[in-house]
């Protein structure tokens, strides 16, 4: 018997990543500053963030996926011991069914079987556990570089700021418009001084 046990914790990891990564750049395809209240510009100012880069630069990003990187591996430890007894069992079986006889292979053969559909069905049900709890940080994650832009370009008197990366909605604009740089910047120190900030309140209590 053969047990194929695909690894879904990491698949989970990789789906959480490109779901991402697509939500921002469809998000931001294009961000509108109509606030009445901006000042007029004679000129319309414009640029431009790489979704796929910002998202691989962005420290909280990368932080998010290696905290679930390490669930996976951390809760995957214990099912991944007992597939590794399945395997030795199976192995043994296929030395033990002659000797015990026709009877005892097809008992052991139908228990080794239902343990095989078991095993399928908890790397599943891990894997969709992780994508249930990193769900939730995901969206918050988006909705915040969202916001963080839409600020970023009111601030900074933008009249348009577009997304391209995966699903690019600019098909060519000159390297000077670009500021992915400049937002990645700015996200990473936002996040750095909250993360400051949270160590400060924790070692106060």
Request: with cysteine.
């Amino acid at each position: 018997m053969k047990l194929e046990i695909q690894n879904h914790q990491k698949e989970a990891i990789k789906n959480m990543s490109k779901k991402l990564l697509l939500f921002v750049a469809i998000s931001f395809s294009v961000v509108a500053c109509n606030d009445k209240t901006a000042p007029e510009v004679k000129e319309m100012k414009t640029a431009y963030v790489d979704t796929s880069e910002l998202m691989k630069e962005y420290i909280e990003a990368k932080d998010l996926e290696a905290k679930y990187k390490a669930q996976s591996e951390e809760k995957g430890r214990q099912l991944e011991a007992e597939i590794n007894r399945f395997k030795q069992d199976a192995a043994n079986f296929q030395s033990q069914a002659q000797a015990n006889g026709q009877e005892w292979a097809q008992k052991r053969g139908a228990e080794l079987q239902k343990r095989e559909q078991q095993l399928g069905y908890a790397q599943q049900a891990l894997a969709q556990q992780l994508q249930q709890e990193s769900g939730k940080e995901m969206d918050s994650l988006v909705s915040g570089v969202k916001k963080f832009i839409k600020d970023y370009g009111k601030k900074n008197g933008y009249a348009y700021i577009y997304g391209t990366g995966d699903a690019a909605s600019v098909l060519y604009a000159e390297d000077k418009y670009d500021i992915t740089k400049e937002i990645i910047k700015a996200l990473n120190d936002k996040y750095k001084a909250s993360e400051k900030s949270e160590k400060k309140d924790e070692e106060k209590k």
